[in-house]
DNA sequence: TTTATATTTAGCTTATTAGCTAAATAGATT
DNA sequence: AATCTATTTAGCTAATAAGCTAAATATAAA
């Protein structure tokens, strides 16, 4: 379960242009990484792919995607499997579907009328 | 329809914790608004409250409220309006749904095994 | 055991954000 | 017209974030 800090974490994450455009293909299967047919199909999803091909696609140094994608990592978007030397990247899908019943959530119980007492701590 | 910048932009907003507070209790009627009583029903929904309402919830300065909500407002996620001289908050459901549906979307496709070409533009 | 590949960490600079107080604006009330 | 209420704007400071290069780490391959 995400509680509040969790939550405004995984929106920060999604708030910046480059992270937002790396979520987006790690969970649509933008990023090509050429390594993955030599991977077990068992362990690591067609999806996957590794830090350095998803740096080919910005034209930002490779540190700084490193550094964007812990901190996905970090809100629990997506997940990084080490397998030899290289770091396999998946999306978090259980993340998205709770972040995904949360809006659901809000949408049909605000047209149900449903009112709430004031909690600042959620 | 919502862009990408537009996206980034709503995240952008949730991603901190004052404003995730604000917006979920906006969403909740959390915030009880003395005034409301006075104003007609038709115009203005029981879960409007007003910027000095929502700051009375927080130990920051007035003007710091003022400008979180300015930013809710901008990403779309809530409304302003203008009554006498005092300014009705409600939330914007339909930017709500749209993130719901973007979601709900997100993780149906991702199960249902579609993969898309790379695209840095959306 | 040297070299190559993949990634992270450290340390730095610049830009952005979040807070503040004081002042300005807009409308309502006396 | 003077004052009160509600809100925003301006201008400031401090903290955080996003980028960089150089160096470190970890594993693989020669």
Known sequence: MLDMDDKV?????????T????????FTG???CSID???PKDDIIAQATC???IADHFDFALPTISRHLKELKDAKIITM??????I???PN???MKEIAECFTTLTDEFEAGVVYQYDNTK
């Open 9 to 17: 974490k995984i929106f920060k994450a999604l708030g910046n242009e």
């Open 19 to 26: 992270r937002f455009k790396i979520f987006k293909n790690i």
């Open 30 to 32: 933008g990023y090509a």
């Open 37 to 39: 047919n030599s991977q």
């Open 51 to 53: 830090v350095s091909s």
């Open 81 to 86: 499997k080490k397998v030899k030397n290289k």
């Open 88 to 90: 396999y990247i998946e």
């Open 93 to 95: 899908i259980a993340t």
